[in-house]
């Protein structure tokens, strides 16, 4: 199984997580190496319409990832 699907499938099962979140779930780690392939997994699954993005991106407001299906409500 690929980072991207198991990307996919935390997003699908635990909506509005963000980047730093994923990593943590997957990688079991915090480091921010880590986070950095979740970006671009999670940069790519929007790019194609397979998960919404919210969230300005900063600090205060870290992008959080959403099923399309659920984004739209």
Known sequence: MIIRDVVK???DNGPGRTQR???VAIFGS????YQQRVNWECRNLTDNGQ???R???GI???YTYYPVTE???
């Open 71 to 73: 984004a739209a409500n």
């Open 60 to 62: 205060n407001d870290p």
């Open 30 to 33: 915090d480091d921010r190496g």
């Open 55 to 57: 969230g300005a991106g």
């Open 21 to 23: 979140q994923l990593s």
């Open 51 to 53: 998960v919404a993005c």
């Open 9 to 11: 499938f935390l997003i």
